[in-house]
């Protein structure tokens, strides 16, 4: 076989900015606010730091040393590291994650556009939060406008994937990234400054476990009901569906479970240390999204909102608190702008996935794999972005096509291409690979790596397993 030539990452810093890029995005800022809001703050939080240590860790290492030791696309990987078996239907169901998450994520990065725009019109000023949720509302409704910054924004991604890996992905990352960090940082201290913000930090950091165990006090307590009634109570009343998201949440955060990373861990080079960095990177990433919780809440129960706002809660909530800042007006552009940016580092990560796929099983050329990959993506993108306008009143399981898409994206897609992937690293690879793989770059502790083994084996698959069996056999889908 030719050996091909791989364009790769600069080291440790540059997959450190890269991934964390990758990670960091609408996710954080956007999904996380109002997924949490909506299922109770607290409660949502404390099972998406739990999922995040247990799961999130472990299926990113996982994915860093599968690309790395097979240096292939999602698909190939597999193929190369287990050939002649099956395990190749997860990267094929990462390359069709790509397609779901893509099509709707490029609806609200198209959004974040549009919101550079209004900020710099001067369109927020003087709006009450009322007002300004009717101004989404207004925007998201329309045809034109929306689907215009979708397509711009899938153009701008597409742009970046034909760059290539080192000019186009690393660039970008390093320098915006901290900026960003510090911005969010300052709205966060205005949030909580705020008066009546007290509530919105409660709201997101006292666990009301009533959301997760709903099991009746009473009926547990009675001494003439036996044991085995009350554990089948016990379990039968607890939220699956709430654990689900949180789980789905955490996957869609840290970008794992379709191969992201297995592509971005194919461009690493063999001296990169996979721990250390899995853990920077996940640590990023969940900062961010606890900081965008800082930054949302206080300030929208301070101003009278509610938490469960949907999909619209930050494009309404951002611009209520740049209007309450100093210097508000630039702020808020330059807010848009990086979470553009932000938006752009992760969709870009995601095209990357279809890309690979595309060039390196069918060897199409780098453009021509992503103007195939960006565009049929777009076409089924204007079905989500259609449906916050015409298509509002077609749902399917209840949900609107882009609610559809989101949901599937991350409680079916990801959560089952994750419990796949440590499935795929503890049985089928083996502690050994993995060990040499994790020992590059720097030696584990061999304790460290015994955890990580016991935990990628065992505890992940049964967890994702469980909450999966819970959220779709006992709880149904909701
Ligand atoms: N993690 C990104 C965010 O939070 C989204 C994302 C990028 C993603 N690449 C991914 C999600 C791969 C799942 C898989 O915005």
Not at 6 to 35: C, E, M, Q
Not at 457 to 463: E, G, H, Q, S, V
């Amino acid at each position: 076989m030719a050996i091909k030539q791989r364009d790769g990452f600069s080291g440790k810093l540059g997959i450190i900015a890269a991934a964390t890029g990758s990670a960091i995005g609408l996710g954080n800022i956007w999904r996380f606010p109002y997924v949490a809001g909506e299922n109770g703050g607290g409660a949502f939080l404390l099972l998406y730091l739990i999922f995040i240590l247990l799961i999130g860790i472990p299926v990113m290492m996982s994915e860093f040393v599968i690309g790395r030791r097979a240096e292939s696309n999602a698909f190939g990987s597999f193929r190369k590291l287990a050939p002649g078996t099956p395990w190749w239907m997860i990267g094929m169901l990462g390359i069709v994650a790509a397609f779901v998450i893509l099509s709707f994520y490029s609806t609200v990065a198209g959004w974040t556009l549009e919101y550079i725009v209004q900020a710099i019109n001067g369109t927020f000023t003087g709006k009450t939060h009322e007002q300004l949720n009717n101004n989404f509302a207004e925007f998201t409704s329309g045809s034109f406008r929306p689907l215009l910054w979708q397509i711009i924004f899938m153009i701008l991604t597409a742009a970046v994937v034909i760059a290539g890996v080192k000019k186009g992905i690393e660039k970008y990352t390093k320098v915006l990234m901290p900026v960003f960090i510090i911005m969010i940082i300052l709205m966060c201290i205005r949030s909580v400054s705020l008066p009546g913000a007290s509530e919105g930090l409660k709201f997101l950091f006292h666990p009301d476990f009533s959301k997760i165990f709903m099991y009746d006090q009473s009926f547990l307590a009675q001494d003439t009901i036996g044991l085995f009634p009350k554990i089948n109570h016990f379990f039968s009343t607890i939220n699956y569906s709430i654990i689900l998201l949180a789980l789905g949440q955490a996957a869609f955060s840290l970008s794992i479970g379709m191969g992201a990373l297995i592509t971005y861990g194919s461009y690493i080079r063999k001296d990169t240390p996979l721990f250390s960095t899995t853990v920077s990177i996940a640590s990023a990433d969940t900062l961010i999204a606890i900081l965008s919780g800082v930054m949302i809440f206080p300030a929208l129960m301070a101003l009278g909102g509610k938490p469960d706002g949907g999909a619209g809660l930050v494009f309404v909530t951002l611009p209520a608190i740049f209007q309450q800042m100093p210097g508000g007006y630039v702020f808020a552009i330059a807010f848009f702008v990086l979470l553009a940016v932000a938006a752009l580092t992760s969709t870009i990560s995601i095209l990357e996935v279809v890309v690979a796929y595309l060039k390196e099983e069918l060897n199409l050329s780098r453009v021509y794999a992503t103007l195939i990959g960006a565009g049929s993506i777009t076409i089924i993108g204007v079905f989500c972005t259609l449906s916050f306008g015409p298509f509002k009143d077609f749902t399917i399981f209840g949900k609107t096509f882009f609610d559809l898409m989101d949901y599937l994206a991350a409680n079916v897609f990801l959560t089952f291409g994750a419990l796949f992937i440590v499935l795929f690293t503890g049985w089928k690879l083996g502690k050994a690979n993995f060990m040499d793989e994790i020992n590059k770059g720097g030696k584990i502790h061999p304790t460290i790596i015994s955890v990580l083994i016991f935990i990628i084996k065992y505890i992940a698959p049964i967890a994702v397993g469980a909450v999966a069996i819970g959220a779709f056999f006992i709880k149904g889908l909701t």
